[in-house]
């Protein structure tokens, strides 16, 4: 249920470079997960969401990869650019009304 | 237009004062929602409303109280104000229940500051 958590709480990459943010989940019955990209002062903003009978999603510069066997879920920024620095949180959702969110990864992309 | 807009930004209010915060959707959503974001950043829901039927109301203390006197606002009023109150309150809504993917919305979040 709300066991979600982030592996990394600050990620710093170069302008141009990938980004790779984890989440790791404990409830084997989650069947969605989405990510957020949360930017200062501004309130959560999807970016991509995965259902569990998919293992990849692909959206416009960022991919979502789900790994049910370890419970684990990343999210991948291509060619990172300076907007893209904002906090990343996961969500899961196992019970139909409920989303239990990560604490959140701080991407910081270096110029 | 703002899509889910909440009231005020920021509220820096004494212990034991009460104190209410309001949201409005104009996106002709079903289900509004109130999620608490800590210190940490992490984000836990409170409630959520359903055409003004509440259906998620998660372990809150009863000094939280929402009331939606329509589909399109959801306010939270808050009674007897701690210090553990203090963090950043967001609103948000989706088309349907449980919707809370590319179907839903944030509001810009209430700064909550008790002294």
């Known amino acids: 249920g709300e066991n979600v958590g982030l592996h990394l709480p600050t990620l710093s990459v170069q302008e141009g470079d990938n980004s790779i943010i984890n989440c790791a989940y404990s409830n084997s019955a989650s069947d969605y997960f989405i990510w957020y990209k949360q930017e200062s002062g501004k309130g959560p903003q999807f970016i991509i969401d995965?259902?569990?009978?998919?293992d990849k999603r692909q959206g416009q510069r960022v991919t979502v990869l789900l790994n049910k066997t370890v419970k684990h879920l990343s999210l991948q920024i291509a060619a990172t650019q300076p907007g893209d620095s904002a906090v990343y949180f996961c969500a899961e959702n196992n019970n139909f009304n409920k989303f239990y969110f990560g604490s959140g990864t701080k991407l910081n992309v270096k110029p | 237009d703002t899509a889910v807009s909440q009231t005020p930004k920021y509220l820096v209010t004494q212990m034991g004062n009460d104190k209410s915060i309001k949201c409005e959707q104009n996106?002709?959503?079903?289900?509004m929602y109130w999620y608490k974001q800590d210190s940490k950043k992490f984000l836990k829901i409170m409630f959520s409303y359903n055409n003004k039927e509440l259906i998620i109301n998660e372990t809150v203390p009863n000094r939280f109280s929402p009331k939606s006197p329509d589909k399109a606002h959801l306010n939270l009023h808050i009674n007897s104000l701690e210090l553990g109150d203090s963090a950043v309150y967001f609103c948000?809504?989706?088309?349907?229940?449980?919707?809370?993917?590319?179907?839903?919305?944030f509001g810009q979040g209430t700064r909550l500051t008790v002294v």
């Open positions: 995965i259902r569990s009978n998919m």
């Open positions: 948000a809504s989706s088309l349907r229940r449980g919707a809370l993917g590319v179907e839903a919305f």
């Open positions: 996106l002709g959503h079903d289900t």
